[in-house]
């Protein structure tokens, strides 16, 4: 099993600033994925990075998938109290068919 | 159309007990993934049904146990009890379309707590 180490592990900023998270291994994946975890909830796919390079907008949330596909990053833009939540990121192994999550990365967005 | 349901919200069980958690796929969807999300140790996936079957099994013991119905809802089962078991428990469906399925549909979860 491929291993996805995501940090920062805990991040806490003000409403309006700007962050990155990644996601980090050693392997080659064929794609990544990125969810968010809100309080109470269950996770929610947010996007799905494929090719090598690949950039990917969902408002003011920026993906990308490192040239190498080893790596990944999310930014966002002007955080809102309403992007807190956990960020995970994971990917389906070779000849798997359920996915293997990070541990995540903690948003707390204050007003 | 209705997401992901589980049932019970929240469960409460002492040591050494049994413990059942139910799971309601979205409409269509003929797999049910189980996945157990314990504090600091992220989501560790336990269990995958397709079609009434178990197709594959992650790294936890045989008191892990679970079944899907022919409604494609579907069934985990925990014995023996032990604390470290307290967690919440989500499931997830998807589509089964016969390859790799990265997109999953997560249920809220059930809090179990082991006293």
């Known amino acids: 099993t491929q291993l996805l180490e995501q940090s920062p592990q805990f991040l806490s900023i003000q409403e309006g600033e700007n962050l990155t998270v990644y996601c980090n291994s050693s392997?080659?994946?064929?794609?990544l994925q990125w969810y968010r975890q809100e309080p109470g909830e269950g996770p929610v796919l947010l996007v799905t990075?494929?090719?090598?390079?690949e950039v990917k907008k969902l408002k003011r949330l920026t993906f990308q998938f490192g040239d190498a596909r080893k790596d990944s990053s999310l930014h966002i833009t002007a955080a809102q109290p309403g992007d807190t939540g956990l960020y995970l990121c994971?990917?389906?192994?070779?000849?798997?068919?359920?996915?293997?999550f990070g541990k995540g990365t903690k948003l707390s967005v204050i007003p | 159309e209705a997401g992901v349901t589980q049932s019970p919200t929240h469960l409460i069980k002492t040591r050494g007990q049994q413990a059942t958690l139910r799971c309601s796929p979205i409409?269509?969807?003929?797999?049910v993934y189980w996945y157990q999300q314990a504090l600091g140790l992220g989501l560790q996936f336990l269990l995958w049904?397709?079609?009434?079957?178990?197709?594959n099994r992650g790294n936890f013991p045989p008191r892990f146990s679970g079944r899907q119905f022919p409604n494609y809802s579907s069934e985990l089962n925990v014995n023996a009890l032990e604390l470290e078991d307290s967690a919440l428990y989500l499931c997830?469906?998807?589509?089964?379309?016969?390859?790799?399925?990265?997109?999953?549909?997560f249920g809220s979860g059930t809090q179990l707590s082991v006293l």
């Open positions: 392997s080659v994946f064929s794609s």
């Open positions: 997830a469906s998807s589509l089964d379309e016969g390859k790799l399925n990265e997109k999953l549909f």
């Open positions: 049904y397709d079609e009434g079957e178990e197709r």
């Open positions: 994971s990917y389906s192994g070779a000849g798997s068919y359920q996915l293997t």
């Open positions: 409409s269509g969807h003929t797999s």
């Open positions: 990075v494929v090719t090598g390079g």
